[in-house]
């Protein structure tokens, strides 16, 4: 089980991420425009294009407002123009910190980065100094009190997924980034209607602190993403079930 889905999950529970609804569009309608304009307006021959329109339609974004970001990537609306960034650092604890950025402005999202990092106790690392720990896969997350984890198992595997774990109440299916796309939609054809669902960077092990400091960690990590040029923040850090993100 990822930290990134536990976390994602306690979140949506508490109402956070409802609470920032727009922020997210804001996010997903960046990714479907570079998308758009690298590969084409056409989902079909476009896997990036595919993947992202998922994603924005399991965030129950408005169909228009993906039409809308389809034409603007891909030049028949005016749009502004997105450089993809990766940053790699460190928060409390020595947890590996991967920032993937969509900027129409580079030497803004440095600052905001290093700032954000710096003032929390973090730092930023060199290009390929945690990289190394992570692998890109496709997450699909499933609500565990609507269903079983045998269900998921048995139809998630025949659709070619590569492992399926549950933990805290979530059921987390991983594909291969390649696979996600047409794993998803066999899952929601087949009447399982995901909690969450997006392409992201697995750490191959995770590295356990005590809630305390899993709370500093996070603190970074959720002022990252509140950052409007952070499209996604991966790390390494194990959030355990019995987890309170509550200050005792």
């Keep these: 089980m990822s930290g990134h889905s536990k976390w994602a999950t306690i979140k949506h529970k508490k109402g956070i991420a409802d609470a920032k609804r727009g922020q997210v569009f804001t996010k997903l309608i960046k990714e479907i425009s570079v998308a758009a ?14 993947t992202a329109i998922l994603k924005a339609r399991s965030d129950n974004m408005p169909k228009d407002n993906i039409e809308r970001a389809i034409k603007k990537g891909a030049g028949e609306m005016e749009g502004s123009t997105y450089y993809e ?23 803004r999202t440095a600052a905001d980065v290093r700032s954000t990092l710096t003032k929390l106790g973090g730092s930023l ?33 025949e659709l070619g997924a590569e492992d399926i774990s549950s933990s805290g109440g979530v059921i987390e299916v991983i594909t291969d980034p ?3 796309a047409s794993i998803l939609e ?22 356990a602190l005590e809630d305390d400091k899993i709370r500093k960690v996070l603190k970074i990590i959720d002022r990252l993403e509140e950052l409007d ?4 923040v991966s790390s390494n850090l194990d959030i355990p079930d019995d987890f309170n993100d509550e200050e005792e």
Excluded: C, H, W
């Design 37 to 50: 304009k690298m590969g084409g307006s056409d989902p079909e021959s476009n896997a990036r294009l595919r």
């Design 85 to 107: 960034l990766t940053y790699e650092g460190y928060a409390p604890g020595g947890v590996a910190l991967i920032v993937d950025t969509l900027t129409d402005n580079k030497n």
């Design 125 to 157: 690392g060199t290009a390929g100094s945690v990289s190394y720990m992570f692998q890109t896969k496709g997450v699909i997350t499933y609500d565990e009190e609507t269903y079983t984890e045998d269900q998921i198992l048995e139809a998630a595997l």
């Design 178 to 180: 390649s696979d996600f």
């Design 186 to 207: 066999g899952m929601q054809a087949a009447g399982f209607t995901e909690s969450s669902a997006e392409v992201n960077k697995i750490a191959d092990t995770t590295v």
């Design 229 to 232: 040029d952070v499209q996604q």
